[in-house]
Nanobody, 124 residues
Framework: QVSLVESGGGLVQAGDSLRLSCAASGRTFSNYAMAWFRQAPGKEREFVAA????????DYADSVKGRFTISRDNAKNTVYLQMNRLKPEDTAVYYCAQRGTAYTDRHPDKYDSWGRGTQVTVSS
């Protein structure tokens, strides 16, 4: 059984940075693509960033491109999301997800394992 545990969320001001982490267990981490999604109150869950099994392939939503960086450390079974120049519209619960294949996708229904989320709040 896969377990994904997010950490690193918090309350910050606009322009600040945060780094989210997601620790995975339960199956061979290095075999699978990972992604971050987010969900703001009253909105649907949306794609943020994804990374392929090797880390060489990445994909970003237009809204975060140039500000956020996804990375992974397969030796530590952990995926990260470095978030810079945060904006109030980045406020959401951020979820880590693992796909059952090596390659990324933007659709949440393509991911079969999910963490419980970590809250990120950006004040103006």
């Amino acid at each position: 059984q896969v377990s994904l545990v997010e950490s690193g969320g918090g309350l910050v001001q606009a322009g600040d940075s945060l780094r989210l982490s997601c620790a995975a267990s339960g199956r061979t981490f290095s075999n699978y693509a990972m992604a971050w999604f987010r969900q703001a109150p009253g909105k649907e869950r949306e794609f943020v960033a994804a990374i392929s099994w090797t880390g060489r392939g990445t994909d970003y939503a237009d809204s975060v491109k140039g500000r956020f960086t996804i990375s992974r450390d397969n030796a530590k079974n952990t995926v990260y999301l470095q978030m810079n120049r945060l904006k109030p519209e980045d406020t959401a619960v951020y979820y880590c997800a693992q796909r059952g294949t090596a390659y990324t996708d933007r659709h949440p229904d393509k991911y079969d394992s999910w963490g419980r989320g970590t809250q990120v709040t950006v004040s103006s």
